[in-house]
């Protein structure tokens, strides 16, 4: 093979890898951020049930539907695309 043809081939090589590596981490990164909605979705309900003031019942409330909001969006946006993350 002469050398050129073997730079090249290289040089695809590499961009191959480095596609496959942010495929995988686009991949791990929309797993994440539906678990850190439901991570926090969950906090504040614990904080909702534990509350002894209706204003920080009411904000704690307001913080579940929130996040409770970005975890059902976030389930639309992302469906079909989780392939073989877990």
């Known amino acids: 093979m002469l050398p050129v043809y073997h730079i090249n081939w290289l040089k695809a090589r590499a961009r ?3 596609w496959r590596e ?3 981490l ?3 990164e929309i797993l994440w951020t539906t678990l850190w909605f439901q991570y926090q979705k ?8 534990q509350s002894t003031e209706p204003g920080k019942e ?3 409330s307001k ?5 409770s ?7 639309l946006m992302f469906q079909g695309k989780q ?3 877990i």
């Open 22 to 24: 942010e495929v995988s």
């Open 83 to 85: 392939m073989e993350c």
């Open 69 to 75: 909001d970005f975890t059902k969006k976030a389930g």
């Open 26 to 28: 686009v991949r791990h």
């Open 16 to 18: 191959r890898d480095r």
């Open 42 to 49: 969950e906090i504040w309900e614990t904080r909702a049930l």
């Open 58 to 60: 009411a904000y704690a």
């Open 63 to 67: 913080q579940v539907e929130l996040w």
